[in-house]
């Protein structure tokens, strides 16, 4: 019922820069908040960014102002642009979106299958 699609990682070196879109599609009647999470095999899941219906962000501590998320609120596309990487930011990186289905009632969490991040030294 409802696709989401993770597109722009890829390899890049150290102190570069890339971009991730995710947008869902589908039965959605509402989005909330969009947000983009990383995980390390072993570890657990960790936010990156977030950014809710109403514009507002959050970031994980790790960020430390390299990363920037936007919402195109006509397309429902967000955007993270991440600067500065590191190697320490090798992971793979999903799209998370909060939605309600036309005609329910419940908001869920849908997730993308994960775009990889590969920074190199």
């Known amino acids: 019922q409802v696709h989401v699609a993770e597109s722009g990682g890829g390899l890049v070196q150290s102190g570069g820069s890339l971009r991730l879109y995710c947008s869902a599609s589908?039965?959605?009647?509402?989005?909330?908040?969009m947000a983009w999470y990383r995980q390390v095999p072993g570890e657990l899941r960790e936010l990156v960014a977030s950014?809710?219906?109403?514009?507002?962000?959050n970031y994980g501590g790790f960020v430390k102002g390299r990363f920037t998320i936007s919402r195109d609120y006509v397309k429902e596309v967000i955007e993270l642009r991440m600067n500065n990487l590191r190697p320490a930011d090798t992971t793979v990186y999903y799209c998370?979106?909060?939605?309600?289905?036309?005609?329910?009632?419940?908001?869920?969490?849908?997730w993308g299958q994960g775009t990889q991040v590969t920074v190199s030294t």
């Open positions: 998370k979106v909060e939605a309600r289905l036309k005609g329910g009632i419940n908001v869920n969490d849908y």
């Open positions: 589908g039965s959605i009647s509402s989005r909330f908040v």
């Open positions: 950014i809710t219906a109403g514009g507002e962000t």
